[in-house]
C-alpha cells in the first residue's frame, strides 16, 4: 500500500504543471498514477471516490496555482 502511495504522489509532484492546467482550484483523485474523479467540493469527492475505489489507496490533493503559507 505506501509503495502504490509513493507513486501516486511522484506522479501528482511530476504532473503538477499538467494538473494545474485543467484542475487549478480542485481537488484530484489520483489512482494507479491517474485521474480518477476531481470537485471543488473536497467532501463531495471524498464521497463518490471512497464508493468506487479503496480509499487507502487514493491519493487526495488539491491543485492550485496560488502560492500557499504555512503559519506556524
Partial sequence: ???EH???WAWFRCNYGKLLKRFDGEYV???GRKVVDHDKDLDK???RVKAKYPIA???VEFVT???LELVL
Fill in 1 to 3: 500500500m505506501f509503495e
Fill in 6 to 8: 509513493e507513486q501516486n
Fill in 29 to 31: 483523485a489520483i489512482f
Fill in 45 to 47: 469527492l471524498v464521497r
Fill in 57 to 59: 489507496k487514493v491519493l
Fill in 65 to 67: 496555482s496560488e502560492k
